[in-house]
């Protein structure tokens, strides 16, 4: 199923867990320096603010060598069964509360070719921090890429600047997954980043339309 932007940027959670409208004090429209009022209307083509972690998100257009990336992280959706170990083994994890703390924790891991996940980590009420890529034999396949989750929230949690990253010319596929309501994001080193779609609990990505002017830009992240 092919969304819009709207469709993937305006879901979240509300308090009571279940799927509810984004709240619109989370996106600033740089131009008026205010709250977007009403986000069906917005246009994500312009650049925006989050107050979360105050990220500047400025539109670029999408040049050849991020298009290609882009291409392979859309791929492994396609051709492997990457979507449904990321919402089994982290976006459920991440969901449950730990002890009396029903924030969740974010979760991670590194992918290997095609598209598996390679032991999944809990991280601990402050986030989660990269650690080495596990030890590796040469006849294992080779380390591709790395995820990871973000909490559940009413509020809009895109990836942030401080360590979202790691070189894309060694881990090209990288994905950062709001935990609810299920938004994907891909990952650029050093700071670009792009919505791709919203990932089911059947493990299938509802991908951005492709032929969405959306589909065309990527994000560089301040």
Do not use: C, K
Not at 91 to 108: I, S
């Amino acid at each position: 199923m092919a969304l819009s932007m709207w469709q993937i940027m305006q879901p979240s959670y509300n308090q009571a867990g279940r799927i509810g409208e984004l709240s619109r004090q989370t996106v600033i429209d740089t131009g008026t320096r205010r709250p977007v009022p009403d986000l069906s209307r917005f246009d994500w083509l312009t650049p925006f603010r989050i107050s979360v972690g105050n990220v500047m998100f400025t539109p670029n257009a999408l040049g050849q060598a991020h298009n290609r990336l882009r291409s392979s992280m859309f791929s492994m959706f396609s051709s492997s069964r990457i979507g449904t170990q990321i919402w089994g083994e982290l976006v459920l994890p991440t969901r449950a509360p730990v002890g009396g703390d029903t924030r969740g924790r974010e979760h991670d891991s590194y992918i290997e070719a095609p598209g598996n996940l390679i032991d999944p980590t809990r991280g601990d009420p402050r986030g989660i921090a990269h650690r080495p890529p596990p030890a590796r034999s040469p006849t294992d396949p080779p380390i591709v890429g790395y995820v990871h989750t973000h909490p559940p929230s009413p509020q809009f949690l895109p990836p942030t600047l401080h360590r979202d990253w790691l070189d894309s010319s060694v881990y090209p596929v990288q994905l950062m997954v709001e935990s609810t309501p299920g938004r994907v994001w891909g990952l650029i080193s050093p700071n670009f980043a792009f919505p791709m779609g919203l990932l089911r609990d059947s493990g299938e990505l509802d991908a951005l339309n492709a032929t969405a002017p959306q589909a065309r830009i990527i994000y560089a992240l301040q």
